[in-house]
């Protein structure tokens, strides 16, 4: 049976090609390799707030999205003056505990 009420949940991870994206409300808080699994520190994502997502059209076009990113856009990220765009997202997860217990510490 699936939850038909507002969504609770604080972190997300969006997950793209080679990196995952662990977002807690709209702040990435960890950005992790997907290929060896490592944490990514000083990655330009972290602290910084999903802006939204972005999707390049088949005739070369970007559509934005003000609101939370979906399957097959980008995340966009705008920090200290510099704009950061993903890959599109391959899937949106929610984190085990034992991950966001180590947010801050990776």
Known sequence: MRYAGKERRVHRVFVTRNTEYHVRRDTCVAVRDRRTGDWIRGHL??????????????????????????????????????????????????PPRDVVAVYGRS
């Open 45 to 94: 994502a972290v602290k910084s707030r999903v802006s939204g997502g972005l999707r390049f059209t088949e005739s070369g076009g970007i559509r934005p999205n003000d609101g939370t990113p979906v399957l097959g856009e980008s995340l966009f990220f705008i920090t200290d003056g510099r704009d950061l765009v993903t890959s599109p997202i391959v899937s949106i997860e929610r």
